[in-house]
């Protein structure tokens, strides 16, 4: 896992060199809805890219995490399914719905029965690398989505200039954002993580939770802020020694979210284990979001190896699909 997540720099500058390649397609009817079908590793590339864009694209991005698409779906969508084997029961299902629905698709994949549908049905494809864990291929789905989002005339080439400079700030940052990430490791390993974040980095939260949950086989957490101070701060009524909360902040926050991080952390600092904040501060809101992620991927890791299991291996979902495809 360690190769994959010290990887990730140049993973996003390949993923450039992939979405550049990709043969020119349009779409024949206007675009006012979007829709990214996926899940788990797959998936979470499209909420990164909801956060991302919500205040700039001027019309709907969902989300769907699901067997069926919402039923707004129709002509008037852009559905991008992305399932890294291209076998995810969930997206083949959703594509089938699409199709139904009429709505414009495109693929990112690997290959697999998704690559399958959708050269039957002379759909767009941006195939990715494969004989990866998904998990760690968020670069190389989120890329190729933007890549879509471009050629679709929904957003303009920034983001190309911006994934080169996260890549070059990663790789500057390495020695840095891995001893940051031991740190919060070593302290956090005998708790249980919640991560809080701004609603507006909503996906790198739950990012946060998916990798210490299949990385480090724990327990973890996420919510946003200031949602969380509508209810889960309540929660914190009595003292519990067992939770450890991790803030992860940036420089592009609502001035309100930002009082209610200081103002939640003097409330409940006595109430839990230990906290840490985590600061981005990129003026690119983007840069912001990887680079928080990648700190996530590392701290998972070293939780990894604190509680010496292997991160590589899920074998509680891999059980789980097992005994599906058994029914």
């Not at 083949?92 to 709505?103: E, F, H, M, N, V």
């Not at 929904?154 to 400079?165: G, P, R, T, V, W």
């Not at 003026?283 to 990894?304: K, P, Q, R």
């Amino acid at each position: 896992m360690d190769k994959y997540i010290d990887r990730f720099p140049q993973q996003l500058l390949e993923a450039v060199e992939i979405g550049l390649k990709v043969e020119s397609f349009s779409f024949e009817r206007e675009i006012r809805h979007i829709v990214v079908s996926g899940m788990g590793g797959s998936g979470i590339g499209g909420l990164l890219l909801k956060d991302a864009l919500k205040h700039t694209l001027a019309i709907p991005f969902e989300v769907s995490n699901d067997y069926q698409l919402p039923a707004s779906c129709n002509q008037h969508t852009l559905v991008i399914c992305s399932s890294y084997s291209g076998n995810t029961e969930e997206t083949i299902s959703s594509l089938q719905d699409a199709l139904r629905k009429g709505c414009m698709i495109t693929c990112v994949t690997t290959g697999g029965k998704l690559h399958e549908l959708a050269k039957a049905n002379n759909l767009p494809v941006i195939l990715i690398p494969g004989g990866m864990p998904p998990r760690t291929c968020l670069g190389y789905s989120s890329v190729a989505q933007l890549f879509i989002l471009k050629q679709a005339g929904l957003i303009d080439e920034q983001f190309i200039a911006d994934i080169k400079s996260t890549a070059a700030m990663l790789s500057a940052q390495k020695n840095e954002i891995q001893l940051t990430a031991k740190i919060i490791a070593d302290r956090f390993q005998n708790t249980i993580p919640l991560i809080y974040a701004d609603i507006s980095i909503n996906a790198v939260a739950l990012r946060w939770k998916q990798q210490i949950n299949e990385n480090a086989k724990m327990a973890c957490f996420a919510n946003v802020l200031p949602e969380m101070n509508h209810n889960e701060l309540v929660a914190f009524h009595e003292v519990d020694q067992r939770i450890g909360v991790i803030y992860l902040r940036h420089n592009h926050e609502h001035p309100q979210t930002a009082k209610r991080f200081e103002l939640t952390s003097e409330l409940i600092q006595e109430k839990i284990c230990c906290s840490t904040n985590v600061d981005a501060t990129s003026a690119s809101a983007l840069e912001n979001m990887f680079y928080l992620i990648h700190v996530g991927d590392w701290v998972s890791l070293y939780l990894s190896q604190l509680k010496g299991v292997d991160p590589i291996k899920i074998d509680m979902l891999d059980w789980l699909k097992t005994a599906l495809e058994k029914k």
